[in-house]
Nanobody
């Protein structure tokens, strides 16, 4: 019913930049927040950044280098990543806290959903 589709990952040299995008689609009623998490091999998934109406939050390791922004009309969130380091290498996942219209037993209801995207690989190496 609701999908998050990420794009923009890839390979970049240390010090370079990448911009990730995540578009939410489906029978969306409203979006409270959207964010980015990442998971490196052998490590737990961690918060990179998230954004609600007017408020942003960043993980300590990316503060000052990454910027999250949101285009409400397109249900899209972006992550501008600058001064990338090898330790930023990970699969980046988009996440949302949103309300969507769902069909439950033949009745349309508004449900609070927390979908995840499929992930996009970011590799930073020389």
């Amino acid at each position: 019913q609701v999908q998050l589709v990420e794009s923009g990952g890839g390979w970049v040299q240390p010090g370079g930049s990448l911009r990730l995008s995540c578009a939410a689609s489906g029978n969306i009623f409203s979006i409270h927040s959207m964010g980015w998490y990442r998971q490196a091999p052998g490590k737990e998934r961690e918060l990179v950044a998230d954004i609600t109406s007017g408020n942003t939050r960043y993980g300590d390791s990316v503060k000052g280098r990454f910027t999250i922004s949101r285009e409400n009309a397109k249900n899209t969130v972006y992550l501008q990543m600058n001064s990338l380091k090898p330790e930023d290498t990970a699969v980046y996942y988009c996440n949302a806290d949103l309300f969507a219209r769902v069909n439950r037993d033949g009745t349309i209801r508004i449900a609070n959903l927390f979908p995840w995207g499929q992930g996009t690989q970011v590799t930073v190496s020389a």
